[in-house]
Every structure is written in structure tokens, then in C-alpha cells.
């Protein structure tokens, strides 16, 4: 259904590496074509080596500076610089900096109820065991 989604309509989930808000996705607005998240990945931390089996990703950095990484590539990104990662391709974001970097990320298409999102962890896996800092 369509809807406007208000800042207080954002619910967020808190991680050891900072913050997902979920702004679209079947849990929150019923979309089924794509999720929308607004993340801030504190100073100093990661969101891990990870892949998404079937979805494609568009990482956007709104503030802070990311060392993106693409398989074992990696970029460094600022505000207005973006990535897109295709559908399971192991890829990290990294804060570079004292600030955290804040991102909003559209993924697609959306899965299962909830979330609407699929993730598989990669972070132990070789290479990328050996790239962590």
C-alpha cells in the first residue's frame, strides 16, 4: 500500500557495529520489489564480509568515509559516492575516520515478510578471514 513513512515510522535495530533503520520493506510498508535501510556504522567498527544470494545492492554514503570493500577490492568512499553490488558478491563496509559513516542502502528484490532481507555471513570464510583488520 502506498504511505508516507515519517522519521518516527523508521524502526531501528541496534547492532555491535551500529544502526539499522528499516524504512521500506514488507514489515513496515508492505513493498515487495525492494527494501530501503538507513544504517550508521559507528567509528571504528564494520558491517562484516557478507553476501546476498539473490539481491542486488546500491550502497550510498550520506556522511563519514567507508573502506568499501568488493571481494577482496576496496575503495575509500565519501559523502555522495556510492557502490553497487550485484547479487552475491561478498562485499564490507569499514568506517575510516572518527565519525560514523552514514549510509542509506536499497536492496532488491525483497524476501520473506519481515525484513526483506537475506544475508550470509562471510566474514571466517578465505580470503576474507585473512583481510580483516
Not at 552514514?102 to 536492496?107: A, P
Not at 528484490?109 to 583488520?133: N, Q
Amino acid at each position: 500500500m502506498s504511505r508516507f513513512v515519517k522519521a518516527g515510522d523508521v524502526l531501528q535495530d541496534t547492532f555491535d557495529w551500529g544502526v539499522i533503520g528499516w524504512r521500506c520493506g514488507p514489515g513496515n510498508t508492505g513493498g515487495k520489489r525492494f527494501v530501503v535501510m538507513d544504517v550508521s556504522i559507528s567509528p571504528g567498527q564494520r558491517h562484516d564480509f557478507h553476501k546476498h544470494p539473490v539481491q542486488d545492492e546500491m550502497i550510498v554514503v550520506r556522511s563519514g568515509r567507508l573502506e568499501q570493500y568488493l571481494e577482496q577490492d576496496s575503495e575509500i568512499l565519501g559523502p555522495g559516492d556510492s557502490v553497487f553490488i550485484e547479487a552475491g558478491v561478498v562485499h564490507a563496509s569499514i568506517t575510516v575516520g572518527d565519525e560514523p559513516a552514514v549510509v542509506q542502502i536499497v536492496i532488491g528484490p525483497s524476501i520473506g515478510t519481515d525484513t526483506g532481507y537475506e544475508i550470509v555471513d562471510m566474514a571466517s570464510e578465505e580470503p576474507y578471514a585473512s583481510l580483516r583488520r
